[in-house]
């Protein structure tokens, strides 16, 4: 009769903080895909139209030219939001099948049994 071998306490730790880290990945990226489009909806804004609104508003120190700046950027980086949200959620999935393997304890490939001969 075989002996029942008992998973390492480190291994459990490492597949218990993966599946957390895909799950918290998974809903980053999930977060990135929906956020990407809608930065990309925004239009080319002018310093003019920022001062016409600022002006109607009693803000102290507020400077056009960085806030029209800000939204051009975020439109310009609205496809790479959307690209590293799904990378982040490919990751995530990834992560969470090699934590549930490694909390099962699967060999993958059978190599373990290979070398242990």
Not at 23 to 52: K, N, Y
Not at 59 to 74: F, H, R, W, Y
């Given at each position: ?48 139209d ?21 939204l ?43 070398y242990?001969?």
């Amino acid at each position: 009769m075989q002996a029942e071998r008992k998973r390492p306490d480190g291994v459990t730790i490492l597949g218990i903080l993966g599946i957390i880290g895909g799950i918290i990945g998974i809903i980053l990226g999930t977060g990135m895909v929906i956020i990407g489009p809608i930065f990309s909806q925004f239009s080319q804004v002018s310093e003019t139209d920022i001062a016409d609104i600022l002006e109607d508003e009693e803000l102290p120190d507020v400077n056009s030219t960085d806030i029209a700046t800000g939204l051009n950027e975020l439109k310009r980086l609205s496809g790479s939001f959307f690209i590293f949200g799904i990378f982040l959620i490919a990751e995530g999935i990834a992560s969470i099948l090699v934590s549930w393997g490694l909390l099962k304890a699967k060999d993958g490939l059978g190599l373990v049994h290979l070398y242990s001969r």
